[in-house]
Structure formats: structure tokens, C-alpha cells
DNA sequence: TTAAGGTCTGACAGCGCTGTCAGAGTCAAG
DNA sequence: CTTGACTCTGACAGCGCTGTCAGACCTTAA
């Protein structure tokens, strides 16, 4: 599939798409004449990319994941360092979790204070 | 109270502490050699905007907020017109939250796969 | 063949936020 | 008075992300 299917598909833009590809998230195949080639497959990753991003995660972050959940090889070793990574990233995402919480009650107690109108 | 002291007791850089005069969200008195004097209320106002921050919330919108709840003087109208901006932020930091969940358990389901270690 | 629309690369710019540096003035304690 | 810590302004730069533009090539359908 080309860059423009993947992108309806994701609802990722092709300025994006071509940006993941730049940070080592995404490596499609090319065509004779260089066209960008996705694999079906792609769309999983690319809507998992997205979640994790929306998540407040960088790009290089959610590289490491990719690498060892894609379980590319005998790749085991790399995961043993990952824990570390991934129980930060579970800790981080709780706290602005948290902090989304407390955001939603200050906002709340506004609109209450205000008048519901 | 001078700015460093402001700083030391938010937790929020000096630099930043301009930057939100700048946006216009603090406005501290001056002394007479051009040292910004901040009243003591302003520790929790600097708070305040932190947490909207930490929800993801610009600096310009948090200022919409602040306007109206700090209640200077009859300013009633303006409340009017910021409903619909507080329950659209309401409505984003849901969407936000609910992003979080996700990206927490895709992240605990990514760590149990590799095995708690 | 021609025209329209998709794609390529590379560069530039902007967003909001943040740090840092330079050069100057201020303040408090010795 | 001198020194060291604090403050001022203004500018520059970086982060990660995103859009846009230019100039070229490819593909498809009329």
C-alpha cells in the first residue's frame, strides 16, 4: 500500500508518516521507482505508534518498544533493559494520569462555580 | 516576594515565571529598582496554572480561565463565552485520560509479555 | 499524448515550552 | 567599599512535532 492509503487508513498525516519512517519507526519496502511500499500489517503499528504518542511518549521512546515487541530475532536481551524503560514509562503515564484528575476537577469546580448555564 | 523566592516555593523555573508575565498570566508589582514583587496569593496561582499545564493546557487558554475565576470586578459577560471552552477542555482531558488508560495497558501488557523479571 | 493527481526529497518555518548566555544594575553582608 | 548573590532584559537555541512549499518524477485515465 502506498503513503497515501496508509495515511487515510491511520488518519496519520504523510508528513507523519514519513517522520516515523525518519526516526527508524517504520521501514517500508520500495517500489522500482521509489515509492514508498507499506505492508498491511503497518496499519497495527502505525495506530499503535499513535496511542503511545497520544500517550505523551517521543518518538525515540516508543522506538524502543517497537524493537522488542516485533520480536524481530532472538532478541531477548535488550527487553532484560527495556523493564527498566517500560516500568518509568507505566510510572510516567500514571502520573499524568494523576495530574489529568486533579485538571478535571479544578475544570469542573469552574464550570460549577460559573453556573452550569 | 522576589522571584527566586516564587520559584523555590512552585517548583517552577525563574525563566518560566517570566515567560508567564510575558503571556500574560502573572502581573507582579515592581519595586522601585525594578525587582518584580509577587504577593504571596500568587504561589497558588503559579500552582494552578501548573497542574492546567501539566493537563496539556496552553498558556493562552489557562489565561481565559484565570481571568474569570480570579473575578475582577463585574465581569460576568466574558464567563458567558468561556462555558463552552471549559466544557471543550473538559471534554479533552477526558479524551486524554481515556488515551492514558490505554497506552497503561498496552504498556503493562508489553511488560508482562517480556515477563515481570 | 496530455493532464491530473500521487509521490519523492529537502528545506524552511512555526508551535509551545524551556534553557542558557551576555551585559548591566541591585542588594546585603563583611 | 567590595564582593557575591540576585535580578533585570533581550536574544539565541533547542526540543519534538507538524505544516507547507518547491521542483522533480511516476502513474493512471481520458
Redesign the interface.
Known amino acids: 500500500m502506498k503513503i497515501g492509503e496508509l495515511s487515510k487508513r491511520t488518519g496519520v498525516s504523510i508528513r507523519m508518516l514519513r517522520y516515523y519512517e525518519a526516526e527508524g519507526l517504520l521501514k517500508p519496502g520500495r517500489t522500482e521507482s521509489g515509492y514508498r511500499d507499506y505492508d498491511m500489517a503497518e496499519v497495527r503499528t502505525v495506530e499503535?505508534i499513535k496511542?503511545?504518542g497520544?500517550?505523551g511518549?517521543t518518538l525515540p521512546t516508543i522506538l524502543q518498544?517497537l524493537a522488542?515487541?516485533r520480536g524481530e530475532g532472538p532478541i531477548f536481551e535488550p527487553?532484560?533493559e527495556?523493564?527498566v524503560t517500560?516500568?518509568q514509562?507505566?510510572r510516567l503515564?500514571?502520573e499524568?494520569?494523576e495530574?489529568?484528575?486533579?485538571?478535571?476537577n479544578?475544570?469542573?469546580s469552574?464550570?460549577a462555580?460559573?453556573g452550569e448555564?
Open positions: 499503535r496511542l503511545l497520544a500517550g511518549m518498544f522488542c515487541v527487553c532484560d527495556l523493564r517500560l516500568r514509562q507505566i503515564v500514571e499524568k494520569t495530574k489529568l484528575a486533579q485538571n478535571h479544578v475544570l469542573t469552574f464550570l462555580e460559573i448555564g
